[in-house]
């Protein structure tokens, strides 16, 4: 399958520095919660603001490198919020297996919900909304970008 002329490993070798960017933000948080941190700093280092401003950074790699369309940039915000909600359901089954807390799975984050649903609803609302909501804003910026800097795709 391919999607404005790309395959999904074109996408994967495209956005490998991007998936990079989400997983340390996600591994920094447990980190930093593991330390001690206050709560505001753990707070700072969020993965859907990560995953919110990697959708922006894929808009200008795709625009940067002339990669493809505003279909590449859909399937870029569905690729990164799929990594990042994973993160995110792994470290709540994390929590829920061992025992051992996380500050994914604290129930001032999981709305009274138990494990499995906590993650269901990240694999579903959580993904859901954040690939709409990324895409759009992601287009937005790409025409943007497009629009207002020379040297991009003209497609």
């Known amino acids: 399958m391919k999607i404005g002329?790309?395959?999904?490993?074109?996408?994967?070798?495209?956005?490998?520095?991007?998936?990079?960017?989400?997983?340390?933000?996600?591994?920094?948080?447990?980190?930093l919660d593991a330390a001690g941190a206050p709560v505001g700093v753990v707070r700072l280092f969020s993965v859907t603001v990560a995953g919110a401003a990697s959708v922006l950074m894929a808009a200008l790699l795709i625009h940067a490198r002339r990669f493809g369309g505003y279909s590449n940039l859909v399937f870029a915000a569905l690729l990164l919020e799929c990594c990042g909600q994973s993160l995110i359901s792994a470290a709540i089954a994390f929590s829920a297996l061992t025992g051992i807390q996380t500050v994914f799975a604290r129930p001032e984050y999981s709305?009274?919900?138990?494990?499995?649903?906590?993650?269901?609803?990240?694999?579903?609302?959580?993904?859901?909304?954040?690939?709409?909501?990324?895409?759009?804003?992601?287009?937005?910026?790409?025409?943007?970008?497009?629009?207002?800097?020379?040297?991009?795709?003209?497609?």
């Open 5 to 31: 002329g790309h395959g999904l490993r074109d996408h994967l070798r495209l956005l490998a520095p991007v998936f990079g960017f989400i997983a340390a933000v996600w591994a920094l948080r447990i980190i």
């Open 111 to 155: 709305l009274a919900m138990g494990p499995a649903k906590h993650i269901l609803a990240h694999m579903t609302f959580g993904l859901g909304t954040g690939t709409l909501m990324g895409a759009a804003v992601g287009c937005l910026f790409l025409w943007m970008l497009r629009k207002f800097v020379p040297g991009g795709a003209t497609r």
